[in-house]
Structures are given as C-alpha cells and as structure tokens.
C-alpha cells in the first residue's frame, strides 16, 4: 500500500484527491482520485486536508483511482477547523429557523392590530 497525504476532499461533490508521497511501481507520482465510495468501504465518514492516508489505486477511465483506503493519522488542526465550521452552519441555520418563526408569529397576529 501507498501512503499519501489528503490535498483536498469535498463531502458536498463526494469526491478529492490525494497526493502520493512516492511513485506507484510505473513511477506515477500523480494525485490520486479519491470517491466517497471508497471511504464508505473503508468505514471513514470524512478526510480532512492533510490528513495521512495509506491507499492502492488501480487506473479507472485513464485516471488513478482509489479503490482501498486506510487512515493513518488525522490532522488534528484540520479536524478542529472543521468541526468550528461545522458549528457554526449549525448555529446560522438555527438562528434562521428562529428568525422565521418569530416573523409567522408576528404575521399571524397582525388581523388583530387593525
């Protein structure tokens, strides 16, 4: 198995790449795809940036391709920033959940000002 480091994984297009830290047996130093089915075969709910992964490829349509993943050290840095993001979409979506319904309470009521 080869050993690479995450260069970026995006869980909304369900897809990254990985930067290899040596070349395959044909001296391929290219990143290597990586697809969401790939890390839900390995039991990995998610990839950070530079998190350190071990993988084998195969070559799918021209392209290397992951097709077995193992992590191997996460990126504490890019786990925490990621969780703040995280939290802060959760925080943003229930503050416009509250503003909406504080706004249909105040119209619901508005038949009895006139």
């Known amino acids: 198995m080869r050993q690479g480091k995450v260069k970026w994984y995006n869980g909304k297009k369900c897809f990254g790449f990985i930067a290899p830290d040596t070349p395959n047996e044909d001296g391929n130093t290219d990143d290597v795809f990586v697809h969401s ?34 992590l191997v050290q996460r ?8 969780q703040e993001r995280r939290a802060e979409r959760r925080r943003a ?18 038949f009895w000002k006139k």
């Open 37 to 70: 089915s790939a890390l839900k075969a390995a039991g990995i709910r998610f990839l950070n940036e530079n998190d350190i992964v071990e993988f084998e490829e195969e070559v799918r349509n021209g392209k290397l391709s992951v097709t077995t993943l193992t």
């Open 75 to 82: 990126d504490e840095e890019s786990a925490r920033r990621f």
């Open 93 to 110: 979506a229930e503050d416009r959940k509250q503003r909406a319904e504080k706004s249909e309470r105040r119209s619901g009521f508005a």
